[in-house]
């Protein structure tokens, strides 16, 4: 089955400093892959996706990159802020038999934006 | 006008005891999941329905059963409770693709 993994598992960054967290998969069926964002107490949200097809994607301070050769894909966070403290999620999907999709999540990265 | 909504937020209860959780999505979707995040935040996939139908079921222990009465909701009940079912439980819903949309979660404490 799919294998996702993430790095590095904490990071600490000043605030308006950037941030850049990695992760790797093994299926290549795989032709979707999300980050999320989980805030304490919530459940985690989409912040930025990209497929297969697609080699960079940018969404105003979020950037997400995708090595499909490589199988490796980062999500880079610019002029990062307070709010931004919370635990990012990579995740790769892939379809399945009978519909829908498998999401697998890598082991989440705990970010830290200090003042 | 909660998207995906879980209930109970929290849940309390002795081992040996049988407890149910309950979500229901409004955003219209074909695809509902269970998964399931320990307490170094690993999320994993339990089960996933598409449309009503069983689609992905993870190793998950027969205690762990499904039910999805219609499109828009998903249940999940749990016999025999352990300790170390203890986790939060996360619903979530789809278009395609993967893009999932996930409940407030409920945390599952079992003494």
């Known amino acids: 089955g799919e294998n996702v993994e993430q790095h590095p598992s904490t990071l600490s960054v000043q605030e308006g400093d950037s941030a850049v967290i990695k992760c790797t998969y093994s299926d290549s069926a795989s032709n979707y892959f999300p980050w999320y964002k989980q805030e304490l107490g919530k459940g985690p949200q989409l912040i930025i996706d990209?497929?297969?097809?697609?080699g960079e994607k940018k969404d105003q301070r979020i950037a997400v990159t995708l090595n499909k050769t490589a199988k490796h894909f980062s999500l880079h966070i610019t002029e990062t802020q307070p709010e931004d403290s919370a635990v990012y999620f990579c995740?790769?999907?892939?379809?399945?038999?009978?519909?829908?999709?498998?999401?697998?999540f890598g082991t989440g990265t705990q970010l830290k934006v200090e003042l | 006008d909660t998207a995906v909504s879980q209930t109970p937020k929290y849940l309390v209860t002795q081992m040996g005891n049988d407890k149910s959780i309950k979500c229901e999505q409004n955003l219209g979707h074909d695809t509902m999941y269970w998964y399931k995040q320990d307490s170094k935040k690993f999320l994993k996939i339990m089960f996933s329905y598409n449309n009503k139908e069983l689609i992905i079921n993870e190793t998950v222990p027969n205690r762990f059963s499904p039910k999805s009465p219609d499109k828009a909701h998903l249940n999940l009940h749990i016999n025999s409770l352990e300790l170390g079912d203890s986790a939060v439980y996360f619903c979530a819903s789809s278009p395609d693709r993967g893009k999932l949309f996930f409940g407030s979660g409920t945390q599952l404490s079992v003494l």
């Open positions: 995740a790769a999907s892939r379809r399945v038999t009978g519909g829908g999709n498998k999401l697998t």
């Open positions: 990209i497929r297969s097809n697609v």
